[in-house]
């Protein structure tokens, strides 16, 4: 994974995947594995679902405007006498228009993408610098107690030579 700073949030969106509590998880194309990491967080579960679901949508776009266009060219090729001119125009029109679609999804579901992981942050962080009694005390810590065992250190340094 990308760069995660040492004092990173529980939950951490790099390029390729998601780090939670140190441990990389992949991303896949359609935004499914942000889910359980954020199960037990409702507000980051809406948002989580919210950019599956525009995914969903975003690959529906790409997949429809793709058809949409093939479609539209053979339309247009096999139709010699002028006939089903406006069928392919339609069509070709559909496909710029589900091309221009697709990414805007794309976008959003990037949107909640972060949203969800934002949220999550916000409400399994520590209280900090609260005095006592002050809003926002009692919140829970950080889910990462159950964080991956610490690495192992290497092997011992050499014995200085002619000790025992």
Do not use: M
């Amino acid at each position: 994974p990308s760069y995660v700073p040492a004092n990173a949030p529980p939950l951490v969106l790099t390029g390729e995947s998601y780090v939670k509590c140190g441990a990389p998880y992949a991303r896949d194309l359609l935004g499914s594995n942000l889910l359980p990491l954020v199960e037990g967080d409702p507000v980051a579960t809406k948002y989580a679902r919210a950019a599956r679901d525009y995914q969903l949508w975003a690959l529906g776009a790409d997949v429809a405007s793709g058809l949409a266009g093939v479609a539209g060219f053979v339309v247009a090729l096999r139709d010699d006498a002028g006939q089903n001119a406006t069928a392919a125009q339609v069509l070709l029109n559909a496909s710029i228009a589900l091309a221009v679609l697709g990414p805007v999804l794309h976008v959003r579901a990037s949107d909640r993408e972060l949203d969800a992981v934002n949220a999550y942050n916000d409400r399994t962080a520590p209280a900090r610098r609260r005095p006592p009694g002050a809003a926002g005390e009692g919140v829970p810590p950080p889910p990462c107690d159950e964080r991956p065992a610490a690495r192992a250190p290497g092997p011992p340094p050499p014995s200085p030579a002619g000790a025992p």
